[in-house]
């Protein structure tokens, strides 16, 4: 959109431009064009433009992809959106504060890509909104003011590096990929903005995120003063910076992401911390009647597909939401998909609902001994030849997981999930669907 047809808009609706709300136009056509190449459209995709204003950005993505959904604070300028795209089914409109907007519907439209210039005042709580792990994005492209962009993607030893880039940079791979000028805004910012692309990052150990960035949090509180300081007591805190190759006066700007993620795991005091599966753990081996007949190892078991025990547990808070867990991509069967709350095998000699016990304090740290039996489902290949037993429970304390174990976990509406499974059952592990149809078909009043 040319500068012209801005202010025409502008006109009709009524808006004049906030700086207060970050209100800065792009009237450049070819340098919309140039931030949406970008995202790498495929007509699969769904897009989600936070702040499109008058469309400049979003005229170059429609027509593109499967969907867009426009997510615009100002009501006046959602209203001419919807009027403007009305002929269009492809396209949603949502009047709503970007920092207020709920992400867990959008993991059933996947593949999902991000798109926004992001208005200067908010931009930190839009990214914290929409970029925090979990989120449902392959792919996202921001525009804000260059210093932020460059806080972003800055290093140990820059003047821009601090807890904006340790927290971004622990989920994204950032690229800065362009600079935009201030002429082409309409009205002319006194800053420069700049450009990146997020890409999602699986390259990095597991590791506490909740714990990640209280250390950061602390470390950053009073940059200026030495770590050991301002982080837990450690006694062989030289020990352990020796390992890093920093002197024992290290302040936190002197880290880099490795360096912190090995304080986390330092000062993770989890018993799960470390990778807890072991292919010689002993599990009872039934046969078809559910009689235990023998003990195996897990890896023996998997192995030759051997009849087994394992529990499920669906975890509920008071709005009927269900806890799902991301799953580590350090499992060996299903890594990087969603799963029940809480799941694990039935150890030698245990009985089923012992193990459901366990492995909701395990997983989950919640400490419940009253469980609700579902339901049971029969060995079969998408059980992985396991006897499992579905167990419900409500609970709505705090929550502590192993990183090892568990990526991730997030309540969702039941009627989400019902929608996510339909459009992507590839995203669950196979044990989760069957215990999801048998929860369906026995499901407790509400």
Known sequence: MTEREIRQVLH?????????????????????????????????DTVVEVGPGTGALTGHVVGRVKKVILVEFDSRLAAALREKFSHRTDIEVVHQDAVEFDLRSLFAHRPVK??????????????KNFLSVPHPFDRAVIMLQKEVIDRLSASPGQSDYGLLSLRIQS???????????????????????SVAVLLPRADLPAFDRRLFDELLRRGFGQRRKQLHKLLPRCDD??????????????????LNLQQWLTLTHHFDDHPLKEIPQKGSEL??????NDRVVGQSTRAEI??????????HIFVFNKRRDLLLQLRSRWKDN?????????????????????????????????EKEELVEIGKISPCKTTGWEFVTLYAVEYQGPLRFPCSEIDAIQWFPMLEIEKWLQNRPSDFASGFIECWKLFQETRLPS
């Not at 990929?177 to 082409?184: C, K, S």
């Not at 805190?237 to 002197?254: D, N």
């Open 283 to 288: 599990f009872d081996v039934v046969d078809e």
């Open 237 to 254: 805190w030289p020990t352990l910076v020796a390992k890093l190759g920093k002197p024992a006066t290290v302040r936190a700007e002197e």
């Open 114 to 127: 991000f798109i926004g210039n992001l208005p200067y005042a908010s931009g930190g709580a839009i990214m």
């Open 171 to 193: 989920a994204w791979h950032v690229e800065t990929v362009m600079e935009v000028p201030p002429e082409v805004f309409y009205p002319i910012p006194q800053v420069d903005s």
């Open 334 to 366: 299903h890594p990087s998909v969603w799963d029940s709350s809480a799941a694990g095998h039935v150890d030698a000699g245990e009985d089923y609902l012992t193990c459901a016990v366990r492995e909701l304090k395990e997983e989950l740290g919640v």
């Open 12 to 44: 009709l609706t009524g808006v004049m431009p906030s700086r207060q709300l970050g209100q800065n136009f792009l009237t450049d056509a070819n340098t919309a064009r140039g931030i949406v190449d970008h995202l790498d459209l495929q007509p699969e």
């Open 302 to 311: 998997h192995a030759s597909n051997t009849l087994h025990r394992a529990v």
